[in-house]
């Protein structure tokens, strides 16, 4: 049997503190914050209900964001933060969408 899988980028915003993408079709809501204490990128997701299913997760490049947590999600989706450049830093501020892209694999 052939598995297919379809790569997503999530719509989010350079210099923009507070961004909620809604995925209606998946029942999610995420949420992504700048901390600017850290100076660092945080993912949130809730259920359609505004349930937390996920919170505080830090973005780090190249890496499965929620791989912990996966068997919340449905094991058959992914979330990646991925350094377009491939220089492997954490997402500044100006970052998000530009140089870090978001991506929803599934």
């Known amino acids: 049997s052939v598995v297919l899988m379809a790569i997503y ?3 989010v915003f350079a210099g923009e503190p507070d961004q909620v ?3 209606p079709e998946l029942g999610w809501k995420v949420r992504i914050m700048w ?3 850290g100076e660092y990128w945080s993912l949130h997701i809730y259920d359609s209900q505004d349930r937390p ?3 505080g997760l830090k973005l780090v490049a190249d890496w499965s964001i929620a791989r912990q947590f996966e ?3 449905n094991e058959k989706y992914r ?3 991925v350094d377009v450049q491939g220089g492997g830093d ?3 501020f100006d970052d998000l969408g530009v140089r870090y892209k978001l991506m ?3």
């Open 53 to 55: 299913l996920v919170e």
């Open 9 to 11: 980028e999530l719509p």
């Open 35 to 37: 901390n600017s204490r």
């Open 90 to 92: 954490k997402p500044g």
């Open 104 to 106: 929803l694999e599934y």
């Open 21 to 23: 993408v809604e995925y």
């Open 71 to 73: 068997y919340r999600l």
């Open 79 to 81: 979330l990646l933060c």
